[in-house]
């Protein structure tokens, strides 16, 4: 029968239930540690098949990305080379010849032909008018057409009968006689239809015979290139002049020489590049032939006839050429497709908005495109590989890179695609196993609760029982069976684990204030080796970043407080400056009221302990400037930072310190206290271990024991990290 309880509880029940400490309950505690368990081997299990399934999803992109780059430089390669065969095969053909000696021969018989007056008004009138509306057009330029104007009596009269009565290239390769009854024309009725079939089945952009002079004695297109001299004429710079000198001065007839893509107005704003090979037998060269490289061919390569996704480069993906100059070489995809896009982007990345335009209105963004990133800088310094990285439209892409070996141009071949598309499957993958680990994790926390009551309900009645006494019940029993011993055992064991309970609170407690102590006096792992015995506690540290800051404006602004509102604020400040440094896995030295001194890489080595350090410095600054609206003061920040070796301690014996000294300490001192302005100092070292380019000012050097060290101040404009 349970009795009455008292007004005033007795000394002993207040002692016990202020005493008690709240706590989980075994069935709480067995309930914890079973989903912990299973988090905890889910979560490993999960990390392994997530790193492992990752690793082999992105190597898989890669890996596909890699042969479609392969593949299209071998494509490339091998379309330069069945170009040089031919070139090699028409350059001995016996017909090449007999066409060159029959061209040659009828240019120069033109030599002296007399054009009337009318007809040499045709010819003006064709270059100031519609020749110079064209180019202009083409190349959004105004053009003088006096220096394309024919020079000799040959070119005239070939450009009068071939050239001018065409409105387009079409027609006048389609005709094989001008009816002039001059013995050029006869040799064009007899070889027009073989250069013809020449240009149109090769896609060549056109064919041209060339003498032993530098006169263009044939183009299969007739442009206003035929009958001009590229040694002395017009286009004495351009490319096809270069090519065709290397050409005749290497005395071999079995010799290719091709150009990269350069300016020739006679191709109407389009860049030509060329491929020159002499023409004869014997030895003996009677001429060259030139062909204008077939910009179709090449980016049929590149685009896969425009079919980027049949050919494994998905919504996004794309292949194309760049060369020494940072220019494409072929057409992009986003032009092709998305134009209105491409136009956005490309001004957005730095592209001039007149240039944009034009790519968008000519469709080629053949020597328009800059390509400044970094697969295209790595390519053409040699380099194979794969990178990811912003493209040539600023989009964050997967790029596989290498040099193009193609005689004497200097090509490089990126296959690209963005990292949205090529690491869709791993967001698939991680999406799944969430899920998956989820339900997993559901159906062990109902396995774990079913087990956990099944242990503890003997547990329960023993709990059940104590908790009556503990509230003052009498006459309490605890059904144990038939043993009468057990309520005894029971009572005497609640009375000790009460009294035990109570000191080990009170244990708990003195030791989390002293746990906390040592904490704010030193790192955890110096504290661990304190608390096991350890009394001379040293260490050294490779590769360390230290800072060393102060606030500069604090003084002038606590003078006006005080002194226990100053110190009350500088207390937030450097509270503020802990959580920051916490952030960024730096870790406080120690904090005095005229300096903070913290590191990074001391006790967890961090291979960016550099940049987080620089990062810190600049978050504490952006703290102060908080700190210094919020209070009307200005307050900035003075910081020297250095890397190098340190050594980390305990000094003292009665009154122990943990310090921090050594070279990289001592230089950080003096770079920030060399100098009364405010601002970010560090060193070279520092400088050195930063990733990418830095808004940095010179700011001197220091004399050390090694020797001048140069130091470096951020730029208070740079929007750093």
Same mark, same amino acid.
């Given at each position: 029968m349970t009795s009455t309880a008292p007004e005033s509880p007795p000394e002993t029940d207040v002692a016990r239930t202020s005493g008690r400490r709240a706590g989980l309950s075994i069935q709480s505690s067995l309930l914890i540690m079973l989903l912990l368990v299973s988090l905890l081997s889910s979560g490993v299990v999960g990390l392994i098949g997530y790193v492992n399934g990752s690793d082999s999803l992105r190597d898989a992109a890669f890996d596909r990305l890699i042969g479609v780059r392969d593949s299209r430089a071998r494509e490339v390669t091998e379309l330069f080379t069945r170009i040089k065969n031919t070139m090699l095969v028409q350059s001995r053909n016996s017909e090449t010849i007999d066409a060159t000696e029959a061209f040659t021969a009828g240019f120069d018989e033109l030599q002296s032909a007399v054009l009337t007056p009318d007809e040499t008004a045709a010819i003006s009138a064709y270059f100031t008018g519609p020749f110079a509306k064209k180019l202009g057009d083409a190349t959004g330029t105004i053009v003088d057409p006096t220096s394309f104007m024919p020079s000799n009596?040959?070119?005239?009269?070939?450009?009068?009968?071939?050239?001018?009565?065409?409105?387009?290239?079409?027609?006048?390769?389609?005709?094989?006689?001008?009816?002039?009854?001059?013995?050029?024309?006869?040799?064009?009725?007899?070889?027009?239809?073989?250069?013809?079939?020449?240009?149109?089945?090769?896609?060549?952009?056109?064919? =041209?015979?060339?003498?032993? #002079?530098?006169?263009?004695?044939?183009?299969?297109? @007739?442009?206003?290139? &035929?009958?001009?001299?590229? *040694?002395?004429?017009?286009?004495?710079?351009?490319? =096809?002049?270069?090519?065709?000198?290397?050409?005749?001065?290497?005395?071999?007839?079995?010799?290719?020489?091709?150009?990269?893509?350069?300016?020739?107005?006679?191709?109407?704003?389009?860049?030509? /590049?060329?491929?020159?090979?002499? $023409?004869?037998?014997?030895?003996?060269?009677?001429?060259?032939?030139?062909?204008?490289?077939?910009?179709?061919?090449?980016?049929?390569?590149?685009?896969?006839?425009?079919?980027?996704?049949? @050919?494994?480069?998905? #919504? +996004?993906?794309?292949?194309? *050429?760049?060369?020494?100059?940072?220019?494409?070489?072929?057409?992009?995809? %986003? $032009?092709? %497709?998305?134009?209105?896009?491409?136009?956005? #982007?490309?001004? @957005?990345?730095?592209? @001039?908005?007149?240039?944009?335009?034009?790519?968008?209105?000519?469709?080629?963004?053949?020597?328009?495109?800059?390509?400044?990133?970094?697969?295209?800088?790595?390519?053409?310094?040699?380099?194979?590989?794969?990178?990811?990285?912003?493209?040539?439209?600023?989009?964050?892409?997967?790029?596989?890179? +290498?040099?193009?070996?193609?005689?004497?141009?200097?090509?490089?071949?990126?296959?690209?695609?963005?990292?949205? %598309? /090529?690491?869709?499957?791993?967001?698939?993958?991680?999406?799944?196993?969430? &899920?998956? /680990? +989820?339900?997993?994790?559901?159906?062990?926390?109902?396995?774990?609760?079913?087990?956990?009551?099944?242990?503890?309900r003997p547990l329960r009645r023993l709990k059940v029982a104590a908790g009556r006494i503990a509230a003052g019940e009498e006459g309490v029993q605890v059904d144990a069976g038939r043993s009468d011993e057990l309520a005894d055992v029971g009572t005497a064991f609640n009375d000790m684990s009460r009294s035990l309970q109570v000191k080990a609170a009170l244990l708990d407690e003195q030791v989390a204030e002293n746990q906390r102590l040592l904490l704010t006096l030193m790192p955890e792992t110096v504290a661990k080796r304190y608390r096991d015995g350890d009394q001379n506690i040293v260490q050294d540290h490779q590769e360390v970043t230290v800072l060393y800051a102060d606030i500069v404006g604090f003084d002038e602004y606590s003078r006006t407080l005080p002194s226990d509102k100053a110190l009350e604020q500088l207390n937030d400040i450097l509270r503020t400056f802990d959580e920051a440094a916490e952030l960024h896995s730096v870790e406080r030295v120690r904090t005095t009221r005229s300096g903070y001194l913290a590191s990074c890489g001391l006790t967890i080595p961090r291979v960016d302990n550099a940049r987080r350090t620089v990062d810190l410095a600049v978050e504490m600054q952006r703290i102060l400037e908080r700190f210094g609206a919020q209070f009307g003061a200005t307050l900035n920040l003075r910081a020297g930072i250095d890397t190098g070796t340190v050594t980390s301690g305990l000094v003292g014996r009665s009154h122990m310190v943990y310090d921090l000294w050594g070279d990289a300490v001592s230089l950080a001192f003096r770079v920030q206290g060399e100098t009364a302005d405010a601002g970010i100092f560090f060193t070279q070292r520092v400088l050195d271990k930063l990733p990418g380019s830095q808004n940095v000012q010179d700011a001197g050097t220091v004399q050390t024991a090694g020797g001048e060290q140069r130091v470096w101040r951020l730029n208070p404009s740079a929007d750093h990290g």
């Open positions: 009596p040959a070119e005239s009269y070939l450009q009068l009968h071939y050239t001018i009565p065409f409105d387009n290239f079409d027609d006048s390769i389609a005709t094989d006689d001008a009816g002039d009854g001059s013995a050029w024309s006869a040799a064009n009725a007899q070889y027009q239809g073989q250069f013809r079939r020449m240009t149109e089945l090769l896609d060549f952009e056109d064919v =041209l015979l060339l003498d032993t #002079k530098g006169n263009v004695v044939y183009t299969a297109y @007739k442009g206003v290139d &035929l009958g001009t001299n590229v *040694l002395t004429g017009p286009y004495a710079f351009s490319n =096809l002049a270069t090519a065709y000198s290397k050409a005749l001065g290497t005395n071999n007839l079995d010799t290719v020489e091709f150009t990269d893509f350069g300016e020739y107005p006679p191709s109407l704003g389009v860049p030509a /590049a060329w491929a020159v090979s002499p $023409v004869g037998s014997g030895g003996q060269p009677i001429g060259a032939i030139a062909v204008e490289m077939p910009i179709d061919s090449i980016n049929s390569v590149m685009t896969g006839d425009m079919s980027w996704s049949n @050919k494994g480069l998905g #919504k +996004t993906g794309e292949t194309y *050429l760049v060369g020494s100059d940072h220019l494409m070489r072929s057409t992009s995809r %986003e $032009v092709v %497709e998305h134009p209105e896009e491409y136009l956005a #982007k490309a001004v @957005k990345a730095g592209v @001039k908005p007149d240039r944009a335009q034009r790519i968008i209105d000519t469709g080629s963004t053949l020597l328009q495109q800059p390509i400044t990133t970094v697969a295209v800088d790595r390519a053409l310094n040699s380099e194979t590989g794969t990178v990811i990285g912003d493209n040539y439209l600023g989009d964050e892409s997967l790029a596989a890179f +290498t040099p193009v070996h193609i005689d004497n141009l200097d090509w490089v071949i990126v296959a690209e695609i963005s990292t949205d %598309e /090529a690491f869709a499957p791993v967001r698939a993958f991680t999406r799944n196993l969430v &899920l998956s /680990a +989820t339900g997993l994790i559901i159906l062990v926390a109902l396995l774990s609760l079913l087990l956990a009551q099944i242990i503890v």
